[in-house]
Nanobody
Framework: QVQLVESGGGLVQAGGALRLSCVVS????????MGWYRQTPGRSTREWVA????????DYADAVKDRFTAYRDNAKSALYLQMNSLKPEDTAVYFC???????????WGQGTQVTVSS
């Protein structure tokens, strides 16, 4: 059973930065599409943050564009999310997800909490 494990969350002041990591227990090259999502309390759905497809440029939600950078390191079987200029509205549990191909079911990590204080 493949596992995705996120880390790097924490408490940071507005304007600060964090880098999230997602380590995959198998060869990450098997996941042609990987992404970051986030969920805030009271919301039943996860909000898409960024997608990194193998060999393609990353794609971002408007809310994080120009502040967040998502990238993958296939050699380390890891996905990263560099978050700069954080805002209180970025506070959420952040999840990574992997898909073996586009539109395939997603494998999810357990999430990591990011809290941005004003």
């Amino acid at each position: 059973q493949v596992q995705l494990v996120e880390s790097g969350g924490g408490l940071v002041q507005a304007g600060g930065a964090l880098r999230l990591s997602c380590v995959v227990s198998m060869n990450i090259a098997n996941f042609k599409v990987m992404g970051w999502y986030r969920q805030t309390p009271g919301r039943s759905t996860r909000e898409w943050v960024a997608t990194v497809a193998d060999g393609e440029a990353a794609d971002y939600a408007d809310a994080v564009k120009d502040r967040f950078t998502a990238y993958r390191d296939n050699a380390k079987s890891a996905l990263y999310l560099q978050m700069n200029s954080l805002k209180p509205e970025d506070t959420a549990v952040y999840f990574c997800a992997g898909q073996t191909f586009k539109n395939a079911p997603r494998y999810w990590g357990q999430g990591t909490q990011v809290t941005v204080s004003s």
